[in-house]
């Protein structure tokens, strides 16, 4: 017995071939008395009843949301079962797949937090996990075909192939292959063999009759897909450079790796007529299906790179928790039944079903997604969310530190209007800015002009120059409400009309967080000197210097300005 390279479980013998009655389909067919047939041992043998899913990407771009979500279904049904999730890479194009790729596909379901029970850098029962280290697998499965009388070689050229389908679409037929090669004699391949004719290896297609698969998703009653034979016509397994052809090798990995279920995408369900050809040729029990509907854009059209972000790189790069991209990804065709859209990983686990997963198109909404991930940041722990946004709030240059006191009081403060890491850094800047023309010549800001904002300013520059107000600000909360108040009786206002003159007065703006925060914020940024000078932050002392160069007067006389200008930002 003569072994090939490959797997341990993969050997090749000589034997006597005889063929099978039903395959005699003319005399001229197998003649040869002696041929190479596989005895290909069986692999290792999974458990009775054992959930085996795969995710299979080409590494030929960025992990695009699409996949990611079928990678996640996958995942949360072999967890939902006890099951195993293994990770294949499908690299046989070979022009189009890098290593690059491949690595940032692994990178991203690792940021996911997908993490494969088999595949590269893990290992397995199964291997090898990337199609182009298993070419001798394919090479002895297709040689196996070959004897068995499935397959064909079949030596027509390309303009041959591209004139039968010129015919066929002159006839107004399907585009199936009419060649003579399905039933050439032995004498000819041997000719065309001696003469070094390229040649591929074409599986024969059953010309009558309809193949029916089950398919857990298109129908809540279990719909059965079919298609009539008669429109396929005889495919390519192996092509002419030696290379196997996808749906080959997709059915020769599934089998082989024990997968008992394929979840993908629903483009993948024209592929399923064939690989359930293949696996009845090769004796192979087939696996359950189950097709997933596609992500749609806003216009219902296939979402892509024209709508904005697509990959999980993108995503990830623009600020988005892999916590927030898991549950919106979960969402999009599936639900629990309840109203409830806020799910960890291990909560989708508990929760999933396939048979809840729909069969009409999601959509993909961006700004779901953000809302979303807003909700998952303000979740984080305490620690957590201080030290993300601390050291965004350094990297982008806005305070020399990335800890402390003062960073977990900005986070406490800014955090509800922050659904984005990025996000954070307009949040500070907004904080420490001070826009205090814009704010009193706008229309919005001149209501606010008129209730004698002037005086307030007075009683204001009053207390700071006394020092009383710097003195409350270093009490801090309890000072601050204890000045508020006694200031409010001092000018006889209280509510908006003492508050929205503070505001406007001490951050420039008629809007924002919690004015007392705000300004203890402000206070302490200046007196730490931990923010970055090229922010442009306006300290304390520099805001009553700019309110006492205010021409109240000039200001109040101008109404044709007033009524001109843009409201104020916040």
């Known amino acids: 017995m003569a072994s090939l390279v490959g797997s341990p479980w993969m050997r090749m013998r000589v034997v006597p071939e005889v063929a099978p009655s039903i395959l005699r389909r003319s005399s001229f067919l197998f003649r040869r008395s002696f041929s190479v047939s596989c005895s290909i041992e069986a692999p290792p043998k999974k458990l009775e009843g054992e959930v085996r899913v795969r995710f299979a990407p080409s590494p030929t771009g960025n992990l695009h949301v699409g996949g990611a979500r079928t990678a996640l279904f996958n995942y949360l049904f072999a967890k939902s079962k006890g099951g195993k999730f293994v990770l294949r890479i499908e690299d046989t194009d070979l022009e189009r797949s890098t290593k690059q790729s491949e690595e940032a596909l ?36 297709a040689e196996k075909l070959l004897q068995s009388g499935h397959v064909y070689r079949c030596f027509c050229s390309n303009e041959e192939l591209e004139k039968m389908k010129e015919i066929a679409k002159l006839k107004q037929l399907p585009p199936v292959y009419t060649g003579k090669w399905a039933s050439a004699t032995d004498e000819e391949v041997q000719e065309e063999l001696e003469k070094g004719t390229p040649y591929t290896y074409r599986f024969r297609v059953p010309k009558e009759g309809s193949l029916k698969i089950n398919d857990l998703i298109r129908d809540e009653d279990v719909m059965k897909v079919s298609w009539n034979l008669d429109t396929l016509g005889d495919f390519v397994i192996m092509r002419s450079n030696g290379q196997p052809v996808y749906n080959f090798c997709v059915t020769v990995d599934d089998a082989t ?72 990804l979960a969402l999009l065709g599936w639900g629990d039944g309840t109203e409830n859209e806020f799910f960890t990983l291990e909560n989708l686990v508990e929760k999933f079903s396939i048979d809840r997963v729909n069969k009409g198109g999601a959509i993909f909404d961006s700004t779901k997604l953000r809302w979303m991930n807003g909700q998952h940041l303000r979740s984080l722990p305490s620690e957590e969310l201080n030290k993300l946004i601390g050291e965004r709030w350094k990297s982008s240059g806005i305070l020399t530190v990335s800890d402390g006191p003062y960073v977990e009081e900005a986070v406490a403060l800014l ?90 007065l001490l951050t420039g703006k008629l809007h924002g967080p919690d004015m007392g925060a705000s300004v203890l914020l402000l206070h302490k940024a200046g007196s730490y000197g931990i923010v970055a000078p090229q922010v442009g932050f306006v300290t304390l002392e520099d805001r009553f210097h700019m309110l006492r160069e205010v021409e109240w007067e000039a200001l109040n006389k101008d109404e044709s300005l007033l009524e001109s200008a843009t409201p104020a930002s916040n």
Request: hydrophobic share 35%; aromatic share 10%; net charge positive.
């Open 257 to 328: 790796m024990a997968i008992s279920h394929v979840i993908r995408a629903e483009e993948h369900l024209p592929n399923t007529l064939r690989q359930a050809l293949l696996y009845k040729a090769l004796g192979f029990a087939m696996p359950t299906f189950a097709h997933v509907s596609l992500i749609l854009a806003p216009d219902r059209s296939k979402l892509s790179k024209r709508h904005g972000a697509t990959s999980v790189g993108q995503f990830k790069e623009m600020g988005f928790l892999p916590q927030a991209m898991v549950n919106y």
């Open 415 to 504: 955090k509800d209007g922050i659904d984005l890491i990025t996000d954070s850094d307009k949040a500070l800047s907004n904080l420490l800015s001070y826009p205090l023309w814009a704010t009193l010549t706008s229309s919005e800001g001149k209501h606010v002009l008129e209730d004698k904002l002037s005086e307030v300013s007075s009683s204001l520059l009053a207390s700071y120059d006394s020092g009383e107000l710097i003195q409350v600000l270093e009490e801090g909360p309890a000072g601050w409400q204890r000045w508020v108040k006694s200031f409010g009786k001092t000018l006889k206002r209280k509510g908006k009309s003492l508050f929205m003159p503070l505001r406007v």
């Open 106 to 141: 692994l990178q991203d379901l690792t940021w996911l937090g997908l993490h494969w029970d088999e595949g590269p850098g893990v290992g397995g029962d199964y291997g090898p996990y990337r199609q182009s280290e298993r070419n001798s697998l394919y090479k002895q499965y």
